[in-house]
């Protein structure tokens, strides 16, 4: 073999080998993938299943441990425990529930997400309670109906954008499938005030609502009405959304209701209908500044990232934007209410 053929036998063999391992490459990858694939539905099969079952009990057990201790707490917030809600609203709820009597409590939650933290979710299993839960995401329904709950309670999810003109519906619907209405909860970063202004709370006995800690503990303002407030629609960081504490204590106290506390954090304030407040040891009725020390950073800059704003910077950004402010009626800017 002369110089010539020995150089192009030697091209065809690396071309062949080269053809060889892309062959080769390609049936690792399917394999790998196809084995990646398996273990991925083994995990949702038969691990997230057990190990929300782990999470449950554990939350259970911290549930039950608290209570015997609930003589001692001084803050309602003392009751947290965090189990599938986003702050230990979980604790909250069952201590509630256990001061007041309410066994199974039957639950409207408004800005539910798509059910996998929540208010509503884990005194829906621990207590069997039934919920409506409600929420403009299009993964609402084919969450709860996936859910092992969905045939153990009374769960129904509604995808629906709620509006002061559209919430009473809501809770008709409840009393025609529940009987009556226990808990209510409200958190739709936005509207809020205005639905709670309009709906009917008949036989409730404990709400649950969010409000905007950077509004302050003393001023009595809420963003002004808009069916459609998206709230980062509205501004970019995040920020402008709600109404303060004292705006919701006021309406609520008009509705019936007393203020018994927050979770720790500072952004959702509890109430109960005042023929239950006696039931309750706590003093919520000097200072409301403890409420609002809101130290969680959430801002968000153009393109969606955090900026981690915290005291005044926060109010300096959406300076000027519009808040009504409930005592005149009167529109102003964040800017000239907090100067």
Same mark, same amino acid.
């Given at each position: 073999?002369?110089?010539?053929?020995?150089?192009?036998?030697?091209?065809?063999?690396?071309?062949?080998? /080269?053809?060889?391992?892309?062959?080769?490459?390609?049936?690792?990858?399917?394999?790998?993938?196809?084995?990646?694939?398996?273990?991925?539905?083994?995990?949702?099969?038969?691990?997230?299943?057990?190990?929300?079952?782990?999470?449950?009990?554990?939350?259970?057990?911290?549930?039950?441990?608290?209570?015997?201790?609930?003589?001692?707490?001084?803050?309602? !917030?003392?009751?947290?425990?965090?189990?599938?809600?986003?702050?230990?609203?979980?604790?909250?709820?069952?201590?509630?529930?256990?001061?007041?009597?309410?066994?199974?409590?039957?639950?409207?939650?408004?800005?539910?997400? /798509?059910? *996998?933290?929540?208010?509503?979710?884990?005194?829906?299993?621990?207590?069997?309670?039934?919920?409506?839960?409600?929420?403009?995401?299009?993964?609402?329904?084919?969450?709860?109906?996936?859910?092992?709950?969905? !045939?153990?309670?009374?769960?129904?999810?509604?995808?629906? !954008?709620?509006?002061?003109?559209?919430?009473?519906?809501? *809770?008709?619907?409840?009393?025609?499938?529940?009987?009556?209405?226990?808990?209510?909860?409200?958190?739709?970063?936005?509207?809020?005030?205005?639905?709670?202004?309009?709906?009917?709370? @008949?036989?409730?006995?404990?709400?649950?609502?969010?409000?905007?800690?950077?509004?302050?503990?003393?001023?009595?303002?809420?963003?002004?009405?808009?069916?459609?407030?998206?709230?980062?629609?509205?501004?970019?960081?995040?920020?402008?959304?709600?109404?303060?504490?004292?705006?919701?204590?006021?309406?609520?106290?008009?509705?019936?209701?007393?203020?018994?506390?927050?979770? @720790?954090?500072? /952004?959702?304030?509890?109430?109960?209908?005042?023929?239950?407040?006696?039931?309750?040891?706590?003093?919520?009725?000097?200072?409301?500044?403890?409420?609002?020390? !809101?130290?969680?950073?959430?801002?968000?800059?153009?393109?969606?990232?955090?900026?981690?704003?915290?005291?005044?910077? @926060?109010?300096?950004?959406?300076?000027?934007?519009?808040?009504?402010?409930?005592?005149? *009626?009167?529109?102003?800017?964040?800017?000239?209410?907090?100067?």
């Amino acid at each position: 073999m002369d110089l010539l053929e020995l150089k192009s036998s030697l091209r065809l063999n690396i071309s062949d080998m /080269n053809s060889n391992l892309k062959e080769l490459t390609v049936v690792l990858t399917n394999f790998v993938t196809k084995r990646i694939k398996l273990l991925l539905m083994y995990f949702v099969k038969f691990v997230r299943p057990e190990l929300h079952n782990l999470r449950f009990l554990l939350g259970q057990a911290a549930v039950i441990s608290s209570r015997s201790n609930s003589q001692n707490f001084v803050n309602l !917030w003392d009751a947290e425990i965090k189990v599938f809600s986003q702050w230990g609203e979980d604790g909250i709820l069952d201590f509630l529930c256990e001061k007041i009597g309410i066994s199974k409590p039957n639950i409207i939650e408004i800005g539910a997400g /798509n059910f *996998m933290e929540c208010n509503s979710r884990f005194i829906a299993e621990f207590r069997n309670a039934n919920v409506i839960a409600v929420d403009g995401r299009d993964d609402l329904a084919k969450a709860v109906k996936s859910s092992p709950l969905y !045939w153990k309670s009374n769960l129904i999810p509604i995808v629906e !954008w709620i509006t002061p003109d559209s919430v009473n519906r809501i *809770m008709d619907l409840g009393e025609e499938k529940f009987g009556k209405i226990d808990i209510f909860s409200l958190d739709l970063d936005g509207n809020d005030y205005w639905i709670l202004r309009d709906v009917s709370l @008949r036989d409730v006995s404990i709400v649950v609502l969010e409000y905007n800690p950077i509004f302050g503990a003393s001023l009595k303002v809420t963003v002004p009405r808009n069916d459609k407030f998206d709230r980062y629609k509205s501004h970019f960081s995040g920020l402008y959304y709600g109404a303060s504490l004292q705006a919701f204590i006021d309406l609520m106290i008009a509705k019936g209701f007393n203020f018994i506390g927050t979770n @720790r954090v500072g /952004n959702n304030a509890f109430f109960v209908q005042s023929k239950h407040v006696t039931k309750f040891n706590f003093d919520t009725t000097s200072n409301y500044s403890k409420y609002v020390d !809101w130290r969680i950073r959430e801002s968000r800059g153009l393109k969606g990232e955090l900026t981690y704003l915290s005291g005044g910077e @926060r109010l300096k950004l959406i300076n000027d934007l519009p808040l009504l402010d409930l005592d005149t *009626m009167q529109m102003h800017t964040v800017g000239k209410l907090f100067s």
